[in-house]
């Protein structure tokens, strides 16, 4: 579902988006976002260069934004819902504009299902390889994509992540989808929504051979995210929810979120 899809992207890489493109309300909406105290768990705040000189590097704006989310206490329920409505409140003509859904029927959706794949999300995010200098496996994986595609400005970001998800990873190098990160990534991923991976699974698979898949701890892999947090997200709920959405819209979340961070990732779209 696109409108999902969207809506996390705006939320976890709000500054990934020029400025210019965006309306007064909503700019005014995304800066209180950022400077609000209730939302410090989403770090949004280390983006802004992106915004402010949107055609550099993403590497190391998202590197400063991810160590510093990675430390920060986990987002509650209620932080990511006042995120959501907040964003779509602000920002409802600019969603409408590119014809995405803001009603109370469509956030009724949106809300528990970004519930549902954030603490998911922000382990892949907050995933950190040994065997590289403990460089975050978001930072090593986009270092060896722009060494292979070109400097990885936001625009750049967004077309590789558009291509690879409509034509899937044949499209990135081995090194690139194949690593040890994007290897636990997938564990990740599939422990939390096991049904919904099999796509991903037969994908990676012929990439990557049948061990990429196996479910095994890749050597040097860690998760860094900080465990504090407050109550658990009500998961029969969200769960109930989220049937609703096809596996597609399922991983497009935990992909577009981070279309930054993982951009191969989207492979499991």
């Not at 400077?35 to 590097?57: G, K, M």
């Not at 990676?204 to 995210?225: H, N, T």
């Amino acid at each position: 579902m696109k409108t999902i899809a969207t809506l996390t992207s705006v939320i976890l890489a709000v500054n990934l988006v020029s400025a210019q493109s965006l309306s007064s309300g909503c700019i005014s909406t995304l800066t209180s976002l950022v400077a609000n105290p209730e939302f410090a768990c989403l770090n949004a705040q280390a983006l802004i260069p992106l915004a402010t000189n949107p055609t550099q590097s993403v590497i190391t704006p998202v590197n400063q934004w991810l160590q510093g989310m990675c430390s920060q206490p986990a987002c509650t329920n209620d932080v990511i819902s006042a995120a959501v409505s907040n964003v779509t409140t602000g920002c409802q003509s600019d969603l409408e504009a590119h014809g995405l859904q803001t009603s109370s029927s469509a956030l009724s959706l949106v809300t528990p299902v970004i519930q549902l794949a954030y603490p998911s999300v922000r382990q892949i995010a907050c995933l950190q390889d040994a065997n590289d200098g403990n460089v975050m496996c978001a930072t090593e994986l986009l270092t060896d994509l722009q060494d292979s595609v070109g400097t990885l400005s936001v625009d750049k970001v967004i077309q590789v992540a558009t291509q690879v998800s409509s034509s899937g990873i044949s499209t990135l190098p081995s090194n690139v989808t194949c690593s040890n990160c994007v290897k636990q990534a997938y564990n990740i991923a599939n422990k939390a929504f096991p049904a919904r991976a099999s796509q991903a699974s037969s994908v990676l698979s012929g990439q990557c051979g049948a061990s990429f898949v196996d479910g095994a701890q890749p050597s040097g892999v860690v998760e860094i995210a900080s465990t504090a947090s407050a109550a658990a997200t009500s998961k029969s709920a969200a769960v109930g929810r989220a049937s609703l959405v096809s596996s597609s819209s399922i991983f497009g979340i935990a992909a577009t979120s981070l279309v930054a961070v993982f951009s191969a990732f989207v492979v499991l779209a």
